[in-house]
Every structure is written in structure tokens, then in C-alpha cells.
């Protein structure tokens, strides 16, 4: 052995497969060198072109798929590992699935697990400092101030000097002089706050019959595998106590939970609901997040220290070493669609996460979505029924409100019935709430004169007046431009008209009919962030307000119990437009807002305005014959072959310019694959068919439910080449067909 040639060596080189976060087609080999050691899942630094980027290293490939040959001389070595805990097998395995479903690269989905870098970093450490038991040479009366305040405090506790500097009442550098002087130790603590841990066998409220059979029933599946349930009852049914005892559950067997809530608004009242259950605060997970805080949740979540997450749909990517549940609440809003980068709906993927992990999870709501409905049906998941309101509260009394016999004067939207039941409620010293799912004061502002209409100019939408900022904005992009005084186009004077309401438009007209109730006005304009939304909410709550009206914010699981009455100015607003799910949608949303109504002691009452009352939604709603309503659409989706009974896949190219976007469009169409099963329909120009500045053209692919689509489309992309100018975005089950 001894006389074997050196060259020789080079057929030990090790590799290691690594996959960046970065939206590139597969994952790279890269020479480990001798003295360093990896394992799948391991974060390592590794050259790529003339830069140094952070991967994972992935598995071996499967079975009988040979890795890509690489010349040796190309191969290039890892740089570093660090020293965190490895991505969890588990994760990457979710990864991957996340990938194969979406058609997007592996590397894309692995940026949503990878997105605090900092997080793979040493934990931060700060000075802190203690009493050593030793006298300073000198003692001021400053000196002695912080040494007697230490000894009152806690000798053997370690403080950072700004803190002890406070307590004592002397400048910082008294504490640094005593450290110098050898009064003091200096000592490096940790940086970032502990989790406090949440106690499963804390008691929850005495539930009630019917609480405890359905509690039950999702605690059982605590530990013993993959079980997908839908808790489905009404709104203030006590969904929320109900899964709060699986939540206990997982806890007392040492797992961690992961509670998904569709909006960041819902956070801090469930934040604190969790507090007050279980004695400690869950980690929440959204985008409003400082990096430090990121830093610490992700990590505390990697190394299985935060036990609790509630989040948005990022949450699913977070590394947890140890997670027993899953929990979706209001698992039908379509907000857990991501519609950017990697399109997913988390609700899915989160059922996906459950089952690779062999855990259960929870799906709540009081509108269940069709797809969760037809898989209770075709018995993939369980259904668990909360049949009632908790305690005295009773379902509210629904009433639509004939707008073409009803109608509200000229240049208002509230209809005399409307009207004279707010008044009564607010006599009757109870809230009311007039909903409307609009923002800013107007969707439309025309001119009178040559009948010019703003539209956004990067968009294929109109400008929605903002009267309180004085502006009209694109509700696409984003664009502002300050309210004209004159038409651009004809030059008129004070000629511009404001079309349509939006819900600034309502508390106007509230303003001048109830002028002595305390107004709040709620939509995401006038609340940034989810702390203001839950102040908001707080005044309501305290009865600070009398009448309400606002957007869909305030609309989704809050709970006002001095709240009887809601009107909902404009019940048609979501039916226009060939969506799909349009009625669906408009049922669940009115069905929630109505739900905020007589919560408490009293009886509520829900009034809908409409052209439309003989409509399948109104209907259903006014019986509050949710069942009926769902068998209704489950029918023509059936018969329409649409989802969930049929599969759809959308794809929209887009470009700068339309001709660009379109010649790819009919390259591709020359490109389908024929198969049976499916359909292709398009190129056709999308509705919305210029957005953010891009031209906008899209494919709908429509099979039957047992067709392999995502085999079908790969193999079809597989043939199209890109020019640079065109984007392509896959949408698997598409819940947006603008
Ligand atoms: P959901 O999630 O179904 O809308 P919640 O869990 O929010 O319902 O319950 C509605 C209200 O009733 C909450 O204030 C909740 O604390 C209260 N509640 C529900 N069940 C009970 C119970 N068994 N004991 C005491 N309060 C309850
Ligand atoms: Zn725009």
C-alpha cells in the first residue's frame, strides 16, 4: 500500500451535494475537504461563481438516479460549516415535496426555510456584571449606591451596566470604574431573551358537552400519527378552546405546535388568549418581525427551545426539530395563498408538512372550504362538529335588504332600513358595525365634462380615491398620485366626479345620519400593523365606539360582545367577476362578518344590502343553511369538472411588451403535449391584462382530478425556452384568475 501512487488520492475525493437557496434548476456536487465532516442537512458556505453563498447539504439522490458527473477539475470544495443544528430531515423532505407540487425549483421553496441568515450565526452575547464579593479600594457614595442595590437585587445575578446604572440612579461608567477596580465581575451573558415555556396542565375552561367530545377526539390523535381533522363549528362556537386542548396536549408530550392564522391582524388576540391559557407567550412568526427577533425564534424553533409558533404562512418553513401538531385556523381564507415567488397555498402544504412528519392537523372553521368538505366526504380527513355558540350567545337574525325596492337616496348607500336599524341599535346604547369590503373613498373618479377616467397607468385597473390623503392609488401597485383639481384631458374645473362607494364614503355618510355615535373607521389604510388593529379593536371592545365601519379587517375573528347589529352596504361585491369560487367566497366572508354580531348576552341581527336577494349566497344566508349552500356548489363544480372534482393549473407570462409576451405564448401553444384527461386553454390575454407595467397572457390547464399534471406541465416546460424578457409564473390550483 505503502508505494501507491499519490495521484491516486484524487479517487477518494468526497462530495457532497448542496442545494442553494436560489431559484436555480437542481443541486451542485462540491469537494468536502478532509478535515471537515458533514451531514445532510448541514448549513455550509460554499464558492458559486465569484461569490460565497449559504447552503444546505442535501441527501444522497434516490435510488437509480445517477448524481451528474463532474469534471474534477471544475469541483469546487466547501468553505465552512456552520455550527447550527442541521435543517431536519423532515424539512428537506417537505422541501422537495413543496417543489415537486409547485413546479418551482427546490431552491426556491429552500430560501422560505433558510430566511435569517443571521440565525446560523453565534447567538449574540452581551456584558453583564455581578458582585465578586471583593471591596473597592474607594467608595463613593455613587459606588456604594450600586453596590448596595446589587446586593438587594441579587447577588449572584449578572446585569447589563445600563440596567444596573438605572436601578442605582449613577451614570454607567460607575458600574465599568467598579468592574475596573475588581468590585464587580464582567461576565458574557446571552443575548437574546429565553422562551418562557407554556404549561400543558394548566386547567382550561369547564367545556361543555359537546367541547369536550370534539376536544377529545383531536387530542387522541396527539402522538399517534398523520390525522387531517376539520373542527368545523360557527363562529363563537369555542373553536379556539377546542384545539387549545390538543395544543395541551402536544405540550405534555414535549412537542412542538404550530398554530397558522391566515392575517398577522389576528395575532395579538390569540398571542394573548395563548398567554392567559397556558401561562406563557407563544413565539409569533410574520413579516412585521424585527431581524433580531427573527433571529431568536427561528433559532429557538431549530433548537427546539420555542415550543409554541403562531404564524402566518411562512411559519411552515421554520425548522422545527420536534413538532406534534398542526393547527390551521380559519383554515378556508384564501390569504394563505401566496401569490408571489413560489406560489403556494400553506393551508395544503401545511396538511402535506403533517403528513411527512406523521402528525396531526387541525383545520378550523365555520365555512369550510369545498376542498376540505368534499375530502371529508371522500373520508381522507375526519370532521369534528361544534353545533353551537358557547353559552347564551345565539347564531344573529339575517335579513337582506331589497336595494331596488329599499333604495338609499340619491348619492347615498345606506338604505332607509339600514338606516333606522342603526339608530335603534345605537338608542339601545349597543355598537354597530357597517361593513363594506372597500378601501379608500371611491373606486372610480371620472370627469363629468368629457367623461376622462383615471386609470393607473402601469396597471389595467382604475385609481381608487383616497379623500383622506388627498390622493387616488392603485390598488395593484401601489401607485399615488395627488387628487387633481382639473381633468387632465379636457382641462375642466371642479369636474371630476367620485363614483361608487369605498368605505371612507360610508363613514361619511355615517357622520352626517348619526352625529352623536363615537365613529371608528377600520381598514388597513387607516391601521398599520397588527398592534394598531388590536388597539382599534381594544376601543371597540371597551365600548369607547358606537358605530364601526370598516373593511374586512375587522370583519375575521374578533369578538365584540356589545356588537348587535351589522350592515353589510354592498352584499353583491364579490359575485361580479368569473371567479371560480366567487360565491364561495362571498359566503364565507359575509357569513364571518355577520358572526360578529350578538356574541355576547344579546341577540344580533345582520342586514344585507343587495339587488340580488333571490341569489343562491343571500339565500343561504338568510336560512343560515350553510349545507345546503355547499352541496349546491359541490354540484356545479361536479358537473363543471372544476376543483375539487377536476384539477387547474395556470400559467401567466408576462413581459414588458404585449408582443413579446404573446409570441412566447403561441410558441408554447405549439408546444402542448397531447394527452387524454386534459385540457389547455389559451393563450388568451389575462382579465387584469396589464399589471405592474407587464403584459400579461395566460394559459389555464384543466384536467381530471387522477391526471399527473405536474408531470404533464414539467414535461411540457421542459420543451419551451424563455426569451429573457418573458416571465412565466406557475400557479397550481389557482385561486386568483385575474
Ligand atoms: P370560535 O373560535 O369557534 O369562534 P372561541 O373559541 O373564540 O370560538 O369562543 C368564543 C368565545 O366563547 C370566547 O370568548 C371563548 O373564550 C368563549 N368560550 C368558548 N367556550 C368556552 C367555555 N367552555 N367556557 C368558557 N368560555 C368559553
Ligand atoms: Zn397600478
Known sequence: MADQPALDMDIDVVTARVLLPLALPGAYDYAVPGDLEVCPGDFVRVPLGPREVTGVVWD??????????????????????????????????????????????????????MRVPQALEPAPTIIGYRLSGEEPPRVTPQRQRVL????????????????????????????TGLAKTGALDRIEMPGERAFAEPDGDIQGPKLSAPQMSAARGLADHVGQGFAATLLDG???????????????????????????????ALTPQLLKRFETRFGAPPAPWHSDLSQKERRRIWRGVAEGRAHVVVGARSALFLPYTDLGLIVVDEEHESAFKQEEGVIYN??????????????????????????????????????????ERHGAARLPDVTAIDLRADAPDRGRWLSPSLVSATTETLAAGDQAMLFLNRRGYA????????????????????????????????????????????????????????????????????????????????????????????????????????????????????????????????????LTGGDLRAAERTYQLLHQVAGRAGRGQKPGRVFLQTY?????????LVAGDRDRFLQQEAREREDAGMPPYGRLVSLILSAPEL????????????????????RV?????????????????????????????????????????????????????????L
Open 60 to 113: 444522497a439522490l434516490p435510488q437509480g438516479v445517477e448524481s451528474r458527473p463532474v469534471e474534477r477539475e471544475k469541483l469546487k470544495a466547501i468553505v465552512s460549516r456552520f455550527d447550527a443544528p442541521p435543517l431536519p430531515d423532515v424539512v428537506r423532505q417537505f422541501v422537495d415535496w413543496v417543489a415537486a407540487y409547485t413546479l418551482s425549483p427546490p431552491g426556491a421553496v429552500l430560501r422560505l426555510a
Open 148 to 175: 448596595e442595590i446589587l446586593r438587594e437585587t441579587g447577588p449572584q445575578l449578572a446585569r447589563p451596566a445600563r440596567e444596573i446604572s438605572e436601578m442605582a440612579g449613577v451614570g454607567t461608567s460607575v458600574v
Open 234 to 264: 360557527v363562529t363563537g362556537a369555542g373553536k379556539t378552546e377546542v384545539y387549545f386542548e390538543a395544543v395541551a396536549e402536544a405540550l405534555r408530550q414535549g412537542k412542538q405546535v404550530l398554530v397558522m392564522l391566515p392575517e398577522i
Open 346 to 387: 400553506a393551508r395544503d402544504m401545511a396538511v402535506a408538512r403533517a403528513s411527512l412528519g406523521d402528525i396531526p392537523i387541525v383545520l378550523a372553521s365555520a365555512t369550510p372550504s369545498l376542498e376540505t368538505v368534499v375530502n371529508v366526504q371522500r373520508g381522507r380527513y375526519e370532521r369534528l362538529v361544534l353545533p
Open 443 to 574: 373606486p372610480l373618479t371620472l370627469c363629468r365634462t368629457c367623461g376622462h377616467r383615471f386609470e393607473c397607468p402601469n396597471c389595467d385597473a382604475w385609481l381608487v380615491e383616497h379623500r383622506f390623503r388627498r390622493e387616488l392609488q392603485c390598488h395593484h401597485c401601489g401607485t399615488r398620485v395627488p387628487t387633481p383639481h382639473s381633468c387632465p384631458e379636457c382641462g375642466a374645473e371642479n369636474s371630476l366626479a367620485a363614483c361608487g362607494p369605498g368605505v371612507e364614503r360610508i363613514a361619511e355618510e355615517a357622520v352626517e345620519r348619526f352625529p352623536d355615535a363615537r365613529l371608528s373607521v377600520l381598514s388597513s389604510d387607516h391601521l398599520h400593523g397588527p398592534e394598531a388593529t388590536q388597539e382599534a379593536v381594544g376601543q371597540i371592545t371597551r365600548q369607547e365606539v358606537d358605530l364601526v365601519v370598516g373593511t374586512q379587517v375587522v370583519a375575521k375573528g374578533h369578538n365584540f360582545p356589545n356588537l348587535t347589529l351589522v350592515g353589510v352596504v354592498d352584499a353583491d361585491l364579490g
Open 612 to 620: 340580488m336577494p333571490h341569489h343562491k349566497v343571500m339565500q343561504a
Open 659 to 678: 408582443p413579446q409576451a404573446m409570441e412566447t405564448a403561441r410558441q408554447m401553444a405549439r408546444a402542448v403535449p397531447p394527452a387524454d384527461g386534459v
Open 681 to 737: 386553454l389559451g393563450p388568451a390575454p389575462a382579465p387584469i391584462a396589464l399589471l405592474r407595467g407587464r403584459h400579461r397572457v395566460r394559459f389555464l390547464i384543466k384536467a381530471t382530478r387522477d391526471f399527473q399534471v405536474q408531470k404533464y406541465v414539467r414535461a411540457w416546460l421542459a420543451e419551451v425556452k424563455l426569451p429573457n424578457a418573458v416571465r412565466l409564473a406557475v400557479d397550481v390550483d389557482p385561486q386568483s384568475f
